[in-house]
T-cell receptor, first 116, second 109 residues
């Protein structure tokens, strides 16, 4: 199956700093990528939809100035958590569609962010 | 978004079949029924999807009720590696995936 990678797999940062998470589709082109957040023992919550070459679409309640999304190419989307606070500590997961297939989303392994 | 209802948790013995139910009484004609699963500390993975007819693949089978208001994911022979949270999701073509709470499946050795 198609592979989506995330980097880093885990990161610890200090409160007030910014953290960038990369999401790459390794063997296919992805016009659309999605970013999710998952708190412990909870379900995935969609944060935003990232479209190559255009601005991301954020879900209601997600601060676009805090969670900066860039989708500069068909294989890379980045999520930057700006001025991170302890409440931003979570498991961040990206996913992508193949350009040629609409039914299956491929998920990355996730990035665990801990803000101290 | 159309919603689905799943049991919070289920248990099954290893090497036995597992039937995971999902109710979706408000499903619309354009909604596909998708199943994903999430193993501990990993991203979700696609299991199967269908529209009206029953579907089989190497991982599982999907049985869809004639009125499409419910469906059942069938794991034919559960292994310990099938322990995960299983999500039943309704999705129109190319729409975003909205995850509910899912069913936590425990496999008993």
């Amino acid at each position: 199956g198609a592979v989506v990678s995330q980097h880093p797999s885990w990161v610890i940062c200090k409160s007030g700093t910014s953290v960038k998470i990369e999401c790459r589709s390794l063997d296919f082109q992805a016009t659309t990528m999605f970013w999710y957040r998952q708190f412990p023992k909870q379900s995935l919550m969609l944060m935003a939809t990232s479209n190559e070459g255009s601005k991301a679409t954020y879900e209601q309640g997600v601060e676009k100035d805090k969670f900066l999304i860039n989708h500069a190419s068909l294989t890379l989307s980045t999520l930057t958590v700006t001025s991170a606070h302890p409440e931003d500590s979570s498991f961040y997961i990206c996913s992508a569609h193949r350009q040629t297939s609409s039914y299956e989303q491929y998920f990355g392994p996730g990035t665990r962010l801990t803000v101290t | 978004d159309a919603k689905t209802t799943q049991p919070n948790s289920m248990e099954s013995n290893e090497e036995e079949p597992v039937h995971l139910p999902c109710n979706h009484s408000t499903i619309s004609g354009t909604d596909y029924i998708h199943w994903y699963r999430q193993l501990p500390s990993q991203g979700p993975e696609y299991v199967i999807h269908g529209l009206t007819s029953n579907v089989n693949n190497r991982m599982a089978s999907l049985a869809i009720a004639e009125d499409r208001k419910s469906s059942t994911l069938i794991l034919h022979r559960a292994t310990l590696r099938d322990a995960a949270v299983y999500y039943c999701i309704l999705r129109a073509d190319r729409e975003k995936l909205t995850f509910g709470t899912g069913t936590r499946l425990t496999i008993i050795p």
